[in-house]
């Protein structure tokens, strides 16, 4: 994966503002839409975000691999790993408000 980062930078620099809004708002509406179907309950939301950045992240690799491969062309390529990429940050951002939370409990007085 570290060997395709020429080609995705390369990729990048050649993908639009257009593609990259467009992925933008399409990655925004998928969340907003798995957060409407959770239905209440935040355990089974964090779940469906974990398994959908564990998802992402494993067809943005096998995405890159096609692309070394010469099987898949480039916008397609920065598509998927720019999609992975922001869903690893919305887990990590996640992640680290939960910690903080708890951090704060913690500190709290009893």
Do not use: Y
């Not at 980062?5 to 593609?19: E, I, Q, R």
């Amino acid at each position: 994966m570290i060997a395709a980062l020429p080609l995705v930078s390369a990729g990048l620099s050649m993908a639009s503002p257009t593609d990259v809004i467009t992925a933008a708002k399409t990655a925004a509406a998928t969340a907003a839409q798995t957060a409407a179907g959770a239905g209440g309950d935040f355990g089974q939301m964090l779940s469906q975000m974990a398994s959908d950045t564990v998802g992402s992240m494993k067809s943005a690799e096998s995405a890159a691999v096609q692309g070394l491969q010469g099987n898949a062309n480039v916008q397609s390529v920065v598509q998927s790993v720019m999609s992975a990429q922001e869903n690893l940050q919305t887990a990590l951002a996640v992640r680290d408000k939960a910690v903080a939370a708890f951090q704060e409990i913690t500190r709290m007085s009893i």
